[in-house]
Nanobody
């Protein structure tokens, strides 16, 4: 089993920055594809960013490309999401998720999910 705990959410003004962290407990974190997914109440979950096991490749939604950066530190069992130039439309609950299957990045059918952290961007 893998447990994921997110932190770093909060309230920020438009144009500001936040860094989300997700710490994983359990085995084989380095073998997991990791992703960040966000959700606004009443809407479906939305892919934000993902990073493969070795950290060599990262993928982003068009809406965040150039503003957000995903990274991972396998020695610390942690994945990060640096969010810059935040916009009001980035307001959502952000979830960290992980899965050993690479295609989870596309399907969003990750095996493990964190509890979510709220990000609120005021305009």
């Amino acid at each position: 089993q893998v447990q994921l705990v997110e932190s770093g959410g909060g309230l920020v003004q438009a144009g500001g920055s936040l860094r989300l962290s997700c710490v994983a407990s359990g085995r084989a974190f380095s073998d997991y594809a990791m992703g960040w997914i966000r959700q606004v109440p009443g809407k479906e979950r939305e892919f934000v960013a993902a990073i493969i096991r070795g950290g060599g490749s990262a993928y982003y939604a068009d809406s965040v490309k150039g503003r957000f950066t995903i990274s991972r530190d396998n020695a610390q069992n942690t994945v990060y999401l640096q969010m810059d130039s935040l916009k009001s439309e980035d307001t959502a609950v952000y979830y960290c998720a992980g899965d050993p299957r690479l295609h989870s990045i596309v399907t969003l059918k990750y095996s493990y999910w964190g509890q979510g952290t709220q990000v609120t961007v005021s305009s």
